[in-house]
């Protein structure tokens, strides 16, 4: 059997719909010739002749017939399933596994969360909150994550998603600094 089995499969069906090696590679959009070596190629181990051929025509024998009766099902099913796994492309949909620090969610995602759920009402968000978020997101499922600083896992592609943030320690007038007992009394060594 070929290496490709699913495609010379399909052009088996292809060709048989089509009753023309010509018109079935113009439809796959390979050569003649392709179509032709790749149907030689499924006959030759089975050891017998799936199309009947003339000059003028091109009809599945017994045994072609019996074979397409076989794929025509399980085709169908390859191709419905391809065709639903395409429309994720056009319709997102499942759950989104993000993690990030519990001020930078509140920052970044729950701004936009009203608005993406409106646009996205098949995606789930399944946001995890933790201090220290620098996991590793693909042994943990995350598929995103948000990381304050520069940590950056190997392989992984970063996005800003905010403005520069300053950190800064505020305090009343009236606070005055420690003295020396102060920080003594309060130091952990």
């Not at 017994?62 to 056009?90: K, S, Y």
């Not at 598929?143 to 305090?171: C, N, P, W, Y």
Request: cysteine-free; proline content about 6%.
């Amino acid at each position: 059997m070929p290496q490709n089995e699913l495609s010379v499969l399909a052009a088996f069906a292809v060709v048989a719909d089509e009753r023309s090696f010509t018109k079935a590679a113009v439809r796959l959009g390979v050569s003649t010739s392709a179509i032709s070596h790749s149907i030689r190629g499924l006959e030759e181990p089975l050891r017998v002749r799936l199309f009947a051929r003339t000059t003028r025509t091109v009809a599945p024998t017994e045994a072609g017939q019996r074979l397409l009766a076989q794929l025509e099902p399980t085709l169908g099913d390859i191709e419905a399933a391809l065709t639903e796994v395409g429309r994720l492309r056009n319709e997102p949909a499942g759950t989104i596994r993000f993690i990030a620090p519990a001020v930078a969610a509140s920052m970044t995602i729950m701004p936009h969360l009203a608005r993406f759920t409106r646009k996205y009402p098949d995606v789930m968000l399944d946001v995890v909150t933790q201090d220290d978020s620098r996991h590793d997101l693909v042994a943990a499922r995350f598929g995103a994550g948000i990381h304050l600083g520069e940590f950056l896992q190997k392989d992984m592609v970063a996005v800003r998603v905010s403005h520069e943030q300053r950190t800064a320690i505020v305090g009343a007038p009236s606070y005055s600094s420690p003295t020396a007992q102060d920080r003594k009394d309060f130091s952990p060594w």
